[in-house]
């Protein structure tokens, strides 16, 4: 149970938000609740929340900048576009399974108050590890890989080979994913160690691209190797980064045992509806590609490729919003304060509207004008009958943003709050969108890239509902409670 200070240790949301033996996490940032005015001690300015974003945000960008360096090492070797195929193909799949991982760095943001809810939560890691290697090396070895990769995604022998022995190759990368998400949650909660994140994510970074300056001058046996190691230099850096940077700076912070143990089931009453809405997320594209394949009467992939020019030049304008989801779970200081609206949220809820209106209004300029046809056709070279068909699915995309700004929010808050399973029912509500709106859409004379991008926005509006009506629904349940249990005790 969660207790407050200020009442002689009275205990607050016992039978409302959170049952009395769920574990709960007591904050080592701004404990003291008073009497729930907002004082200076939880007080945070526009500009820590910025900084804050800005520097999450900024480890996307280095990410994609280390992808590219992968890609101009592979292009100075042998078989450039097979193993470009096989390795892209292999990541593909391997990211997907790793959706599993996903939660675990709100698992560090809220859930690990203790050395030993930080041993069952590893366990739990390796556990997930193992069973995800035997997922892949069956995938690998067994007629369910071919199933995957040469039917459902119409790859030669010769590529599923290829594929095949990437995916081996990177059995043991999930686990470096895993390790890496939860210990960035853990450094970002206790001590806002956002610097030690960034250095972190350089040293990936740096891993990579010396991994590529010195194989290109080496003959390998095999150019899928190159790629390999390269991505395995970069995430072991990085996560050995962060592991010492627990061991430094939180470990001794901890105590040894929490108010409550941590239990697998509690991980799992956690866990499991961000890990649903990871899944749907990540298949909501492969979808909609094969969607637009479905509905495309050429029969040459047109609709495909400008969905490819499409996805990147639109995700610039609204996919660091998603960078905004640990805001509330690392500022708020308790979750009375949260479902108040207390200081710090009234802020975070301000930055949060702040933030969508400026990402749409990036968005308007870029995908509204002739600025996205000069971009396509002038700077990254694009054919011009693929940059025109472009223009009409750009301009839908725009609206994503408003979309993923409450998604983003919302998601934030129940994570906060601990009531993950408030998000869950948004990932069907999401992917029922998308085949509803490939179903209907044909019918009104949409086909190709229009098509498929409508039905996105179908989706992430729909998604954007959902979640926005649960959250709000507990908390005017959550008050309700509060309300009456302050009545009880007066």
């Known amino acids: 149970m969660v207790t407050s200070n200020s009442g002689g240790g009275k205990e607050y949301l016992v039978a409302c938000a959170i049952p009395a033996k769920e574990h709960v996490v007591p904050q080592l940032v701004n404990k003291e609740d008073g009497n729930g005015d907002d004082d200076n001690s939880n007080h945070v300015s526009y500009w820590a929340l910025g900084v804050f974003v800005f520097s999450l945000a900024a480890n996307s960008v280095v990410f994609d900048v280390a ?38 760095e709100p698992m560090g943001l809220v859930i690990t108050d203790s050395r030993q809810s930080r041993r069952v939560i590893m366990t739990l890691l390796f ?17 369910l890989g071919d199933v995957l990769i040469n039917k459902i995604h119409h790859a030669d022998e010769k590529l599923s080979a290829d594929t095949k022995e990437c995916l081996l190759l990177l059995v043991l990368w999930p686990v470096f994913d ?70 430094t700076y939180v470990r001794s912070r901890l105590p040894k045992i929490g108010d409550e143990p941590l239990t697998n089931k509690a991980i799992i009453k956690f866990a499991w509806p961000l890990t649903i809405v990871q899944i749907a997320q990540r298949s909501s594209r492969p979808l909609v590609n094969i969607l637009v394949n479905r509905t495309d009467s050429t029969g040459d992939g047109f609709g495909v490729a400008v969905l490819s020019l499409v996805y990147p030049l639109a995700h610039l304008g609204y996919g660091w919003l998603n960078n905004m989801k640990p805001l509330i779970p690392t500022f708020s200081s308790s979750i009375e304060r949260t479902i108040r ?77 601990k009531k993950t399973k408030l998000l869950a029912s948004s990932s069907v ?43 709000h629904r507990e908390k005017v349940t959550q008050l309700r409670c509060l309300e009456e249990e302050g009545k009880a005790k007066a």
Request: proline share 4%.
């Open 67 to 104: 992808v590219q360096f992968v890609n101009a090492g592979i292009s100075k070797g042998k078989d450039v576009q097979e193993t470009l195929a096989a390795f892209g193909l292999a990541t593909f799949i391997i990211q997907w399974v790793c959706a599993v991982y996903a939660p675990f």
């Open 127 to 143: 556990q997930l590890g193992g069973m995800i290697g035997l997922v892949i090396v069956l995938l690998a070895i067994s007629p």
């Open 178 to 247: 895993g390790l890496h998400r939860f210990h960035r949650g853990v450094l970002l909660k206790h001590g806002k160690h956002i610097r030690l994140v960034w250095l972190a994510s350089m040293a990936n970074v740096f891993g990579q691209a010396t991994s590529v300056l010195i194989l290109v001058h080496f003959p390998l046996s095999k150019p899928v190797f190159l790629p390999i190691t390269t991505v395995y230099t970069g995430i072991i850096l990085e996560t050995m980064t962060l592991l010492w940077g627990y061991k």
């Open 341 to 417: 609206d207390q200081s710090p949220m009234k802020v975070i809820t301000r930055f949060f509207l702040i933030c969508g209106l400026f990402s749409f209004g990036v968005q308007v300029i870029i995908l509204w004008t002739p600025l996205k046809l000069y971009i396509l056709k002038s700077i990254l070279g694009a054919p011009h009958d693929l940059a025109d068909a472009a223009a009409m699915p750009l301009f839908l995309y725009s609206f994503i943003s408003i979309a993923v700004a409450f998604r983003c929010y919302c998601t934030s808050w129940a994570t906060a709050i």
């Open 429 to 471: 509500v999401r992917f029922g969108g998308v085949v509803l709106g490939g179903m209907v859409l044909p019918c009104f004379g949409l086909h190709g890239a229009t098509m498929g991008v409508s039905c996105l926005v179908i989706g992430f509006g729909f998604e954007a509902c959902a979640v926005v009506y649960t959250t």
